[in-house]
């Protein structure tokens, strides 16, 4: 009875909340009625998180800032990172406090030996949530610096066929960017706008560099620019050289692939040995008692 009276305690407490800071937080509608109910669920609700944040205990800092900002900086850019930065950790916030607010209240209807099963629920809700608000903007980062790396190899090698003939970087860069659909060919059709747009060749691709988030095409564009700077004939020769490093290296990061993918082919591939060794067994006990 202890348990049930503070869980209920605990459910009034955070429900108050919640309806405090939705009711305060509809000055923050026109932050999320443009967002996609599909992708954002329960979107009107992150108005109590944008509220949560303006208060001193939920407000988003330190580690938790910093990657969130930086994470939405490469994928949104200097102009709106800041407000998907926020927009995560208000879902995160919003959603938790919902679960958490429903979940003690249903602590009034269960008995006291049921209560540790509706904890581990809630817990694993809050979980969730930290997976799909929290989590979600550096797994969209890495799987496009994987995509990124996967199309490297081959754009490097149109790039250094096309400076190889002749054309000046900032047309082979061109042709080479809208030649092709991918998520690195956007990235570097960005560039293209920036250098239309007044940014110097060197400026556009160190940037397109950074966006990538990839080391190796981070270690490429440094030395692309170095090569630049140097002139066209020791920027060909470097592309020439590098087109066949960066196959040398996909070939090995394939193989390496290849071998995680077999590995993680052991689990699933054990269980079901185990499963078929006990279905013989028993099968074989089976027939024995007759």
Same mark, same amino acid.
């Not at 209920?8 to 909340?17: C, E, H, P, R």
């Not at 607010?101 to 979980?127: C, M, N, R």
């Not at 239309?196 to 950074?210: L, P």
């Given at each position: 009875?202890?348990?049930?009276?503070?869980?209920?305690?605990?459910?009034? @407490?955070?429900?108050?909340?919640?309806? #405090?800071?939705?009711?305060?937080?509809?000055?923050?509608?026109?932050?999320?009625? %443009?967002?996609?109910?599909?992708?954002?669920?329960?979107?009107?609700?992150?108005?109590?998180?944008?509220?949560?944040?303006?208060?001193?205990?939920?407000?988003?800092?330190?580690?938790?800032?910093?990657?969130?900002?930086?994470?939405?900086?490469?994928?949104?850019?200097?102009?709106?990172?800041?407000?998907?930065?926020?927009?995560?950790?208000?879902?995160? &916030?919003?959603?938790? *406090?919902?679960?958490?607010?429903?979940?003690?209240? &249903? %602590?009034?209807?269960?008995?006291?030996?049921?209560? /540790?099963?509706?904890?581990?629920?809630?817990?694993?809700?809050?979980?969730?949530?930290?997976? &799909?608000?929290? %989590?979600?903007?550096?797994?969209?980062?890495?799987?496009?610096?994987?995509?990124?790396?996967?199309? $490297? /190899?081959? !754009?490097?090698?149109? *790039?250094?066929?096309? @400076?190889?003939?002749?054309?000046?970087?900032?047309?082979?860069?061109?042709?080479?960017?809208?030649?092709?659909?991918?998520?690195?060919?956007?990235?570097?059709?960005?560039?293209?706008?920036?250098?239309?747009?007044?940014?110097?060749?060197?400026?556009?691709?160190?940037? $397109?560099?950074?966006?990538?988030?990839?080391?190796?095409?981070?270690?490429?564009?440094? =030395? !692309?620019?170095?090569?630049?700077?140097?002139?066209? %004939?020791?920027?060909?020769?470097?592309?020439?050289?590098?087109?066949?490093? &960066?196959?040398?290296?996909?070939?090995? !990061?394939?193989?390496?692939?290849?071998?995680?993918?077999?590995?993680?082919?052991?689990? /699933? *591939?054990?269980?079901?040995? =185990?499963?078929?060794?006990?279905?013989? #067994?028993?099968?074989?006990?089976?027939?024995?008692?007759?």
């Amino acid at each position: 009875m202890v348990l049930n009276f503070i869980m209920l305690l605990l459910a009034s @407490i955070t429900t108050v909340l919640f309806l #405090v800071n939705l009711a305060r937080g509809k000055q923050y509608g026109y932050m999320v009625e %443009s967002l996609d109910g599909g992708e954002y669920f329960l979107k009107e609700l992150y108005v109590v998180g944008f509220s949560l944040n303006d208060g001193k205990i939920f407000k988003l800092r330190g580690k938790m800032e910093r990657n969130l900002k930086k994470q939405a900086k490469l994928l949104w850019g200097d102009r709106y990172y800041e407000y998907y930065a926020n927009l995560a950790w208000a879902q995160f &916030l919003s959603l938790t *406090l919902l679960v958490v607010s429903v979940g003690f209240s &249903l %602590s009034g209807f269960l008995k006291t030996e049921q209560l /540790p099963i509706l904890l581990i629920l809630v817990l694993l809700f809050v979980a969730a949530f930290w997976n &799909l608000s929290l %989590s979600r903007m550096k797994e969209k980062v890495q799987q496009r610096r994987e995509a990124c790396e996967a199309e $490297f /190899p081959n !754009m490097v090698s149109k *790039l250094a066929l096309l @400076i190889n003939s002749g054309m000046v970087l900032r047309e082979a860069w061109r042709v080479t960017a809208y030649g092709k659909e991918g998520t690195l060919y956007k990235l570097m059709k960005q560039a293209c706008e920036d250098m239309e747009n007044g940014e110097s060749d060197v400026g556009a691709i160190y940037k $397109f560099g950074v966006t990538s988030d990839s080391a190796s095409i981070k270690k490429f564009t440094s =030395a !692309m620019i170095q090569g630049m700077q140097k002139g066209n %004939s020791e920027l060909a020769d470097f592309m020439v050289s590098q087109t066949s490093e &960066l196959w040398a290296h996909k070939r090995q !990061m394939a193989l390496q692939q290849g071998e995680v993918a077999a590995g993680k082919l052991i689990i /699933p *591939l054990g269980i079901t040995f =185990a499963g078929i060794i006990m279905i013989i #067994v028993s099968a074989a006990m089976q027939s024995m008692s007759f």
